[in-house]
């Protein structure tokens, strides 16, 4: 019996966790006191990952689909099949689409580019959370010359002045939401920004409850009062208006009409102003913001690079800027080149009835089913490869099994560029193959040689091909909790630049027919599909006990239009959308939503699958979409 050190793999924070195995099953967990981001904590989920590595609902063997039923397979077999059915396609005429995992190892993730690019020559290649990620990723290179989180998640437990736009980060990232906490207990001071009163908000010093889709227009407001203090104390700050994009800036900034921001927005000019004289005190300054799926929009990421740049703070050791994934190789998988392209994109081809997509393969992924699942089920071919069954197993023709996390070696990126190796602690249950193996065994049968004996050998192809892996190795990793990869390898890194900016007034897209604006954001009793949480015995008890009060799910309205719409907390409603779709379902009252909002955490998947579907903007525009709807006593 023995205790292993390895990095949760269940969201972007990177929780350092002890396995207790026998080195056949993983009989328990522990938190690694040691860690520096964790540091003795984990989280509900993390707590409980022997329960979803222990699952009986483990894919143990090859499988392909003979008369509409799946059937053990030899790997030789599914590999012949395999190969033989993509070489029929044409990768280059985006005939192949391939949909990575955020949660696979970077190991994994290199090897599926390369099967992708070099075996199938297809450029039709993603991890499905593009949006909100490549909105990070390209604001923050623009803004400090990298794609990456500038400073670290240990500058949270030092920091004067925490900003926290959107998320609630104490359900996405629960232990990064503690070290939030812990830090407004010492003093730090904690403001959110965010349309609904989410439990992160509850916990800060101060929250800005703006009117939806206006978090841009208060974060340039802010910017606005901050420059106008910056203007007075000039002498400080000279360096910041030499940089590229000032002018355009500040005289956008300078545009912002009071009146105007808080008719948009809810929020006065004058508390904003108050809020610029203590952020302009602050020593050091933390700003996170969520990444993903459920991430910003565009304009609202900028906002918040030019505010951080215009604290003059990003380039000192206390200070930082961190997109916080929700998934976790999110970081890293972007930094392997899952991301896609523009103008291919795997959804986009799925979405497309005329698109020429003939065969799909997808790794440890169930997103695609909800939003694409008749085109999934017309394609010619249908590739799985996962650790645990899911739904998407319905719709294969071929399925392979892959190891746990724990079960191979390989290293994670986390949302702050920490990059961590965990090293194999159990043995698999059958058949299973880490990712990286088992590209490379289809790349060979299609003729190609990689020769990778372990994932460190893949590793070292990692190093040599991505400049900021550069001097990362296994043997480096392996001798403490993780290293930031390198900022430098970016020529621009530390060349801070300003977004150009564009002041505007959102109005509420809802009309008197209808009145409400629904947000669609996380729940804590639903994470990412629940195909992994369901398998675990205590997050799945708080998610059924959520479903025996709300069955059919729930929408959040405060009590003041409940007692308008005459319906109390638990009474079903019709939800009907301006573009004519409908659901029923359960009112939750509660103070936390604003007059004239509504709000519904992913809870039921076929609320998703039904009522969202028609509503691509509320993947693309994560937690800015905004749905104008009419809700109705039953
Ligand atoms: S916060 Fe994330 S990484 Fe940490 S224990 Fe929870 S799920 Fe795992």
Request: hydrophobic residues 40%; charged residues 20%; contains cysteine.
């Amino acid at each position: 019996m023995n205790y292993q050190a390895c990095v949760c793999n269940l969201c972007g924070t990177g929780c350092g966790q002890f396995l207790k195995t026998d080195g056949k099953r993983v009989l328990g967990v522990a938190p690694i006191v040691s860690h520096p981001v964790s540091k003795g904590k984990l989280c509900v989920r993390g707590w409980h990952a022997n329960e979803l590595l222990n699952t009986n609902e483990r894919i143990t063997t090859p499988l392909i689909r003979e008369n509409g039923r799946l059937r053990e397979a030899s790997l030789d077999e599914a590999l012949s099949l395999v190969v033989r059915r993509l070489g029929e396609c044409n990768g280059a005429a985006d005939e192949i689409g391939l949909l990575a995992s955020a949660r696979s190892s970077n190991e994994d993730g290199f090897a599926l580019r390369r099967l992708a690019r070099e075996v199938f020559k297809t450029h039709l290649l993603g991890v499905g959370a593009e949006a909100g990620h490549r909105n990070s990723m390209d604001s923050l290179s623009h803004a400090f010359g990298y794609p990456g989180a500038v400073g670290d998640l240990t500058r949270i437990d030092k920091a004067d002045y925490i900003l926290i736009v959107g998320t609630d980060i104490a359900r996405q990232n629960p232990i990064i939401g503690g070290n939030l906490h812990a830090a407004q207990r010492r003093g730090a001071r904690l403001v959110s920004l965010s349309s609904s009163r989410t439990q992160m908000a509850k916990l800060s010093t101060k929250h800005f409850q703006q009117q939806p889709g206006t978090k841009a227009l208060v974060l340039n407001a802010l910017a606005k009062a901050l420059h106008a203090l910056r203007t007075v104390n000039h002498a400080r700050h000279a360096d910041i208006d030499r940089l590229a994009g000032y002018t355009q800036y500040v005289n956008a900034l300078r545009t912002i009409s009071s009146v105007a921001l808080e008719k948009a927005s809810g929020i006065r000019y004058e508390e904003i102003e108050e809020e610029a004289q203590i952020l302009d005190a602050a020593r050091s300054v933390v700003i996170l913001f969520p990444s993903g799926i459920s991430g910003l929009d565009k304009r609202t990421i900028e906002a918040i690079c030019n505010l951080a740049v215009l604290t003059d703070r990003m380039d000192d050791a206390q200070s930082a800027l961190i997109p916080v994934a929700g998934i976790s190789n999110l970081q890293g998988s972007f930094d392997m080149g899952l991301s896609g392209e523009s103008g291919h994109s795997v959804f986009g081809s799925l979405a497309d009835p005329d698109s020429p997509l003939r065969a799909l393969f997808v790794v440890d992924h169930d997103d695609g089913i909800i939003r694409n699942r008749e085109r999934i089920a017309a394609l010619e071919l249908v590739v799985y490869c996962g650790a645990f069954r899911n739904p998407f197993m319905d719709l294969a023709d071929v399925v392979f099994p892959l190891t746990a996390y724990n079960e191979s070696d390989g290293t994670y990126t986390c949302a702050d560029r920490r990059v961590q190796l965990t090293r194999k602690n159990t043995d698999t249950p059958g058949a299973g193959l880490p990712g990286w193996r088992l590209y490379q065994a289809i790349a060979e049968q299609a003729g190609h040689t990689w020769g990778w004996r372990d994932a460190a050998e893949v590793f070292l192809a990692i190093a040599d091909t991505i400049p900021s892996y550069h001097d990362l190795t296994h043997h480096r990793l392996a001798k403490g909790f993780g290293i930031h990869w390198d900022i430098t390898a970016f020529a621009a890194a530390g060349q801070m630049k300003f977004h150009e900016v564009q002041i505007d007034y959102p109005k509420s897209p809802t009309c008197e027919e209808f009145p409400f604006a629904l947000m669609v954001g996380k729940g804590r009793h639903f994470w990412h599909q629940n195909n992994l949480m369901r398998k675990t015995l205590i997050p799945r008890r708080e998610y059924d006990q959520t479903l025996l009060l709300y069955p059919q799910g729930y929408v959040e309205i405060c009590p003041d239009d409940a007692q308008k719409l005459k319906v109390k907390d638990k009474w079903l409603v019709h939800l009907t959308s301006s573009t004519g779709t409908s659901m029923k379902i359960a009112v939750k009252v509660s103070p936390d939503v604003q007059p004239g909002t509504a709000y519904i955490p992913y809870f039921i998947k076929n609320m998703i699958s039904d009522f969202l579907i028609r509503y691509d903007n509320a993947f693309a525009a994560g937690e800015e979409s905004i749905i104008p709807v009419r809700i109705e006593e039953k």
